[in-house]
Structure formats: C-alpha cells, structure tokens
C-alpha cells in the first residue's frame, strides 16, 4: 500500500485502540533517523511501538504483525524521524501570529507587552496557546516549552495549561510573571500550587518549569515589572519546588555579570536552560560550561528586531563544548516551524565559514552540517527541555515522539539523501505525527476533535482584544 492508496481503515483501528497500553503499532519500510549514535540510520526500516513507547527499531521487524498483532502503517517513501523540540516559544501570543513582520524589539515590546499583553484574560491564554500548540503539532514538534511571561493570574495559568492538555502536545509550561500591566502577583508563589493541583502525576505530558528574564530585559525595559527577573530568590524558589528554570533574554554585559556572579555563587544548574545568550564574556560562558547548563538558540530573532550582537553564537556554543537547542521565540515576528530554524543555523554558520578566508579572520566558524542542526532540533531539544530519558530520538524504551516526513512528493522526489530531504525541505511533507504514541497527525491533517472550534475561539480572542486595544488591524498594511 502507498500513501497514495490509504484508507481509512487502519486510522480507525489506530484511533479506537488509542489508550490501549498494549497496543502496537509497526510502522515499516520507511527509511529512519533515529539520531541514536548506537543505533543508527537504516536505508530501509521499521519502528515498533507498544502503547506509548518505542520497544524495537530494525531492519525487518513484520514478524510482529503477524496474525495481526500490531496494526501496520506502510512508510514507503517516507522518513521517519524523531519529534522535533522547541525550547522557548511565548505561546499566549498565537492569536497575533504574523502581526509584526517588520517591528523592531521597541515596537515589539509597545504592541505585545504593553497595549495587548494587560488586556489578556485567561480564555485569551487558552486560545494562543491552542493554536500555538496545533501549529506545533502540524509542524512536527512534539515537544514545546511555553515561556509564559503573561501569567497575571492564577486563571490565566490554568488556561494556559488547559491548552496544552487538550491539544496532546508534549508541553514544559514556564509561567514567568508579566512585564506591564496590573496583575496578581502571585508570580512565583503560585508554581507552588500549580505543582500540586496540576503536576501531581509524573506521568503527564504537561511539566512545569520556572521561567525568568536575564536582569538585561530589565535594563531595556525600565518601566517593566522587576519582579519578573533572574535573582538568587528566584532559583532558590525553583530548586526548593524541584523545578528547572529557564531564562529568557540573555544577553550583554549586565547579563554576563549576573552570570558571572550567580555562577560564583554556586546558584547555577544542569537544569537551566539560557536562551539567545548573545555577547556574552568567557567568564559567563564558563560558568554556563562548568553548571553544565542548557543553551537556546532562537536564530532568527535578534537580527530581526534589530539587537546588538545578533547573529547566534553558534561557534561559541561550539568552541565551548556545548550544543545548542533552537527555538523560535514569537510568531507575530518570526517564522514558525523548526525547519525555517535549522535552515537560518545551518545559514548563518555555512555563510561565517565561507567569508572567514575571505575576510582573513583567524577566528572564523567552522562549517557545520544538516545533521548537526538536525540534532540540535531533536536530541538537544530534548535535553534543555529536561527530556531526554523519554524523547529526543528513537531509542527502544523512549516515548513513540515521531515524524513522518514524506519523501514521494513532487517537491522532494526523489529520496538521495534523507538527512538533507528533511532538513533542506519544510512543513509541507509532515504526514504523520504521534506524540507518546498517539496519533496526532495523519495523512498530512491534524487529528483534534473540533477544528471549527478552535478557528472559532481563536478568532473571536483576536478580535476581542484588537476592540478594545484601539490597534489599527489592517491586513493589507
Ligand atoms: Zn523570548
């Protein structure tokens, strides 16, 4: 059978034994990237699951469907890799994607924090995070961290976490206190609250985590509300719950000298994850190095609203023994899938190298390769999102967080190299995606119970919050 020749058939069978934990489900005959060094690639393979997990990865494994113990999805012409991670996206924003194409961080700030972001109430929360969450999912990330830096009230918190239940995404929610605007101030003590009533079970695919602004955001922002910054409290708050911490905007010298000093301090940890980190010291760097802590990339966001130092500092990452994961931060300004990210790294590092001997730099990058960012997507993501013992590849005994990317399409046919066909080629080609073994893409359309509703909701939370904003919405501006 052929993707061209499926029938419904055998969703239907996916779909009414979905919370089966003995179900399996053969995936076979595509060609697999398992990003697992040990494992490696096949040309030709299969990938079994049971339940929510990978139990085996191999050349031939339809002794499995025999007599028909698991329910066979045919992959010829497809590959099959694992789900993609971002590790830092503003998900509350998902309502005004594409908004601001062409904003600066100043007119960012004007429209996002301080005439829109006050205006939030929760069912606003859940409508950007929905959407936020099903673009994901189209787009092949099963795996998201939302940094919430609209948290003004417990309610828009549990909003926040609604979405990401329903949607069936794999989701790290970072409530981070908001940067303008009246609000509760029940930012960071509500976490506590949160943890219980929302995060008692380890089984969820819902986690909780403590997001924070580098002290550089402040400086930028100086009527923004402080209390949404790094500071020895607030880790000492996130370790005191267990939780791992993230930390947005970090970049500079008043963010390095932080580093430097909290680092110092004995206060950094394996579990932080530091995102953009542009111009940032040897010292602050080592320190990062010596915590073994995590770093985001988002590439395509600085240079596009205009910040100093902003081409990702890939090389460093590199030089200092680190790899990075990548996100994409915003989608009023940015583009939004981790394909339009792996390409922009893969860009700018290839173009460094090439110009470095014409510009006789000593210090020019060296080139890296689509694998590489191909990694950075999947394994590293994983790992700054505190997942890699369940995701990040297609290891045995992992949750089944898998992509399957057609390779027979008119746009990519045919298949010569699979690493290059993935990376250099885009959201189009997703067919299926599975998230701890449920099926939340088939056949290239999203599988959620009510898309009409979500359309719905989205647009009457845009609408709403554009009336009473006063914002001149003008779509063909
Ligand atoms: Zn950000």
Not at 27 to 47: E, K, N, P, Q
Request: net charge negative.
């Amino acid at each position: 059978m052929t993707f061209d020749s499926a029938n419904d058939e055998i969703f239907d069978r996916i779909q009414s034994t979905a919370g089966d934990a003995t179900r399996k489900l053969l995936l076979r005959g595509g060609t697999i990237i398992t990003m697992d060094a040990r494992l490696g690639d096949f040309a030709r393979g299969d990938v079994l699951i049971e339940g929510n997990a990978i139990v085996d990865v191999g050349h031939d494994l339809s002794s499995a469907a025999t007599d028909g113990q698991a329910i066979v999805v045919d992959l010829d012409g497809a590959i099959v890799i694992p789900g993609l991670h971002d590790t830092h996206r503003h998900s509350w924003q998902g309502q005004f994607r594409r908004l601001l194409p062409d904003a600066d961080v100043v007119e960012y700030n004007r429209v996002m924090h301080r005439l829109l972001a006050p205006l939030y109430r929760p069912e606003d929360m859940y409508a950007g995070n929905l959407i936020s969450a099903l673009g994901a999912i189209d787009s092949g990330i099963t795996g998201i961290l939302d940094f919430s830096h609209n948290a003004r009230t417990p309610e828009h918190s549990d909003a926040s976490i609604d979405a990401w239940e329903d949607a069936g995404i794999r989701a790290i929610y970072a409530p981070c206190a908001p940067l303008f605007g009246e609000w509760q101030h029940q930012w960071p003590s509500d976490l506590r609250r949160l943890r219980e009533e929302r995060f008692a079970s380890a089984d969820q695919l819902v986690s909780l985590r403590l997001g924070v602004l580098s002290q550089a955001v402040g400086k930028t922002l100086p009527q923004s509300d402080e209390g949404a910054q790094l500071s020895e409290n607030a880790l000492r708050f996130a370790r005191e719950l267990g939780l791992a911490v993230s930390v947005d905007g970090v970049g500079g010298p008043v963010a390095a000298e932080q580093l430097e000093r909290l680092g110092a301090a004995g206060m950094l940890g394996s579990d932080t994850t530091y995102i953009h980190c542009r111009d940032l010291t040897d010292a602050a760097w080592q320190e990062i190095v010596a915590s073994r802590g995590n770093v985001s990339l988002a590439p395509a966001s600085a240079a596009q609203f205009g910040q100093p130092g902003s081409i990702s500092p890939i090389q460093k990452v590199l030089d200092v023994g680190l790899r990075p994961s990548l996100s994409l931060d915003v989608e009023c300004s940015l583009p939004t899938d981790m394909f339009a990210q792996m390409r922009y790294l893969l860009n700018i590092q290839r173009t460094g190298a090439a110009n470095g001997p014409v510009e006789s730099r000593p210090d020019a990058p060296t080139a890296i390769t689509a694998r590489d960012v191909l990694e950075f997507a999947t394994v590293q993501g994983a790992k700054a999102n505190g997942l890699l013992d369940r995701c990040g590849s297609l290891t045995p005994g992992k949750d089944a967080d898998i992509v399957i990317i057609r390779a027979d399409t008119i746009n990519t046919l045919p298949l010569n190299n699979a690493i290059g066909s993935v990376v250099l080629g885009d959201t189009s080609n997703i067919d299926n995606v599975l998230i701890a073994g449920q099926m939340r893409k088939w056949r290239g359309h999203i599988v959620y119970h009510d898309i009409e509703k979500v359309r719905r909701l989205v647009t009457e939370s845009r609408d709403h919050l554009i009336e009473i904003s006063g914002y001149d919405l003008n779509i063909v501006r």
